[in-house]
């Protein structure tokens, strides 16, 4: 299983274990994790699985595909590390990642 660490807008962590093949946004919402809406259900059709992914991960975890960069333009306080996490898909390679929960949702 790959370990995934969240971390809340007020600095609580959450660390959970993900299975390969289903995505960040899915373990989020299976873990209970606070501050993860996911109101489409990971369909990239809302911004609110909104994340940080932590600097260290952003090379691992790639850029965002065009259909995601326009929904990432609804992102409340969008930055350059900004990804929505139904997009980011869980993989070995991924075990420990890090991301950060922004304060609010799009």
């Known amino acids: 299983m790959t370990k995934i660490t969240f971390i809340t807008h007020d600095g ?4 959970v274990e993900a299975q390969n093949g ?3 946004m899915e373990n989020a919402i299976k ?3 606070p501050g993860i809406e996911a109101e489409c259900g990971g369909a990239c059709a809302c911004a609110t699985c909104h ?3 932590d600097e260290n991960w952003k090379d691992i975890v790639g850029e ?4 995601e960069e326009d929904m990432l333009d609804f992102a409340w306080e969008m930055k ?3 990804r929505l996490c139904c997009q980011i898909k869980v993989s070995d390679e ?3 990642l890090v991301v950060r929960i ?3 949702q799009g």
């Open 12 to 15: 609580s962590s959450h660390e």
């Open 22 to 24: 289903s995505t960040v």
């Open 31 to 33: 873990n209970s994790v």
């Open 51 to 53: 994340v940080y992914v």
């Open 64 to 67: 965002p595909e065009v259909m």
């Open 80 to 82: 350059p590390n900004s």
């Open 94 to 96: 991924l075990d420990g």
């Open 102 to 104: 922004p304060e609010k």
